[in-house]
């Protein structure tokens, strides 16, 4: 069965979509650390980050590194940070957040509430700044 990231990808499960390309896709997460809390996949579906072939890996990086220069252009933050837990769903994907402290990178922390308006809103100033 398809993950859900894979469902999100085909559109078939909506999502806030702030970067596409041949091999991969970014979008909010629902659940957000912080504003701008962005998933990097690959389209290509694996478990397991580090199963990925070294030019894939390579090549999600590289593409992580875009998205994230985005997110540092729109969400005001010391840094974006970037993280691999991968334990909920089972399809390799980058967290990229907006920080300030170490503190802020947990994924125990409390989530933020956004609305639907505010989520349409972050992904489009962040799409618009993805070069
Ligand atoms: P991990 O697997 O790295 O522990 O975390 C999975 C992340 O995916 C969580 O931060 C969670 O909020 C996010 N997530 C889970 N299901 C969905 C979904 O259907 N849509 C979006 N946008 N994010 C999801």
Do not use: W
């Not at 069965?1 to 559109?11: V, W, Y």
């Not at 967290?95 to 505010?118: A, F, Y």
Request: charged fraction near 25%; proline fraction near 5%; include cysteine.
């Amino acid at each position: 069965m398809a993950t859900i990231f894979s469902r999100i990808i085909a559109g078939e499960i909506p999502s806030y979509k702030v970067a596409e390309s041949d091999r991969f896709f970014a979008f909010l997460d629902i659940n957000p650390l912080a504003k701008g809390h962005t998933l990097v996949v690959p389209k290509q579906e694996t478990d397991y980050l580090f199963d990925l072939d070294d030019d894939l890996l390579a090549g999600m990086v590289l593409f992580s590194k875009k998205v994230a220069a985005a997110i540092r252009a729109v969400i005001p933050c010391s840094r974006v940070g970037m993280m691999v837990i991968g334990l909920e769903v089972p399809h390799a994907h980058i967290h990229l957040v907006p920080i300030q402290k170490e503190g802020d990178m947990s994924l125990s922390n409390p989530r933020v509430k956004l609305t639907k308006e505010e989520f349409a809103e972050i992904a489009e100033r962040i799409r618009n700044k993805v070069e």
